[in-house]
């Protein structure tokens, strides 16, 4: 059962990892929103006829505060009038929130939108930084694989530039001022900002903390050309050479990359877990695959022997610390193109498409690539990745032994040239 609120109740409300709603038992429909960051506001749930259809709304009041907070915040030098305590958006206290909740409940009653009519005085809604933790905590780290790219990203482009702003007053010219300025010498940075900032925005929307996202109708800055690049089989022994140098756990972490085929960070997070090693294969999880579907993958005796060289330090297979997986992948290619010098740039995603082609160049049908891959695009598109259930392992396995196979033909030039030719 719910409590009534008081001014005690709300100083001592504790942030959780998750956004929390407490329920107001003196008023119906008013709720004390306290955020992962400690930030507090009063909301209103309510619902309203639209046509034939009944929805559910939430209407913000303001940031909430006890009236001992409001009473040092006065002593310190601010007004009422800075306050607002009386105005939505602004500072409250819980028996204010009251009654601008009863208010905002009359209107629904009346069928007009609270929102609409109390536009004059309606609030500025979350802080930027507030709705970043937000949309981080409650949709990016369960839905999103690269949530803490993306948290990386909001925070040192528009984290910094939008700081202390309402969400409310941020505007599309304030978009395309933060991504033009990126674009200058980086416009894949700047398209990757305004993607990330983009679904940030269409979440706000979709939470009813925005009526629209500032990002409608902006497009990508930067041209972008889908990469093709393909290492040729010298670049690949050289690398190999190279890698094999390096200290443990890179080493074997680039050797089960250029085996497998798999994503970097696919990899990278290995668990041991996942390792049936009598059976020589590898499930990746659906959590941890890209497009969401598991994968079996089929580990060559290479790979086999590899996995097996690599001592037990945790959970994770390539660990520096015994409790988290490998980072630092920048500096490890630094390292390799140091030593390689290799005469076009790379980055680990070729190694992906260097082994698709190199198994296509073997004579693997493309179906058994993409299974490879865990593609769900061409061969598998659409009804056919619904009804298309086979698995491929003895395909795959196969295709994976011709690949560790030919790598291991690539330890001189004249056997490269032969087989190339």
């Known amino acids: 059962m719910p409590s009534r609120l008081t001014d005690k109740s709300i100083e001592l409300a504790k942030p959780h990892a998750v956004r929390r709603e407490i329920a107001d038992a003196a008023q119906s429909g008013l709720y004390l929103i306290v955020q992962p960051s400690g930030s507090k506001s009063f909301a209103v749930r309510f619902r309203l006829r639209q046509g034939a259809k009944v929805v559910s709304k939430k209407f ?37 929130a009251r009654e601008l909740a009863t208010d905002v409940l009359n209107i629904a009653k009346s069928g007009r939108d609270p929102g609409s009519a109390l536009s004059s005085n309606q609030t500025n809604g979350l802080t930027f930084e507030d709705a970043l933790e937000m949309f981080v905590s409650q949709y990016a780290k369960t839905f999103l694989k690269s949530a803490n790219e993306v948290e990386r990203t909001l925070k040192r482009t528009a984290g910094i530039e939008w700081a202390g ?21 980086r416009p894949i940075m700047a398209n ?51 890698a094999a140098i390096d200290a443990y756990p890179f080493s074997v972490f680039f050797e089960i990359l250029l085996l497998t085929g798999q994503r970097r960070n696919e990899v ?54 015994g409790y988290s997986p ?48 865990n593609h769900v695009s061409g061969s598998f598109a659409g009804i056919v990745s619904v009804y298309q259930r086979h698995h491929f392992l003895p395909e795959k396995r196969l295709a994976l032994i011709q690949w560790a196979d030919f790598l291991d033909t690539l330890s001189s030039e004249t056997e490269i040239i032969k087989i190339a030719s």
């Open 326 to 373: 490998i980072s630092g992948f920048s500096r490890f290619k630094m390292r390799l193109d140091a030593s390689a010098h290799l005469n076009e740039d790379w980055v680990f995603h070729d190694l992906r498409r260097t082994v698709a082609t190199g198994m296509a160049r073997l004579g693997v049908p493309l179906p058994v690539v993409e299974k490879v891959l």
């Open 165 to 185: 702003r309402s969400i409310r007053e941020i505007t599309k010219a304030d978009v395309l001022t933060l991504v033009r300025a990126i674009s200058i010498g």
């Open 60 to 96: 913000t009041l303001g940031p909430a505060l006890s009236k001992s907070e409001i009473d040092r915040l006065k002593a310190s030098g601010l007004g009422t009038d800075r306050l607002g305590v009386a105005a939505i958006g602004c500072p409250m206290t819980v028996h204010r």
């Open 192 to 242: 990757r900002t305004l993607a990330v900032v983009r679904k940030m925005f269409n979440w706000l929307v979709e939470q009813d903390e925005l009526a629209t996202s500032p990002c409608l109708g902006i497009k990508p800055p930067g041209k972008e050309n889908p990469r093709e690049r393909v290492l040729s089989d010298r670049e690949v022994r050289v690398l190999r050479q190279r």
């Open 268 to 321: 990278a997070r290995m668990e041991w877990r996942e390792l049936d090693l009598e059976a020589a294969l590898w499930t990746i999880p659906a959590a941890r695959s890209k497009n969401k579907r598991t994968n079996i993958v089929p580990l060559s005796p290479q790979a086999l022997a590899v996995l097996k060289s690599v001592p037990r330090n945790g959970q994770y297979v390539f660990t520096e610390t």
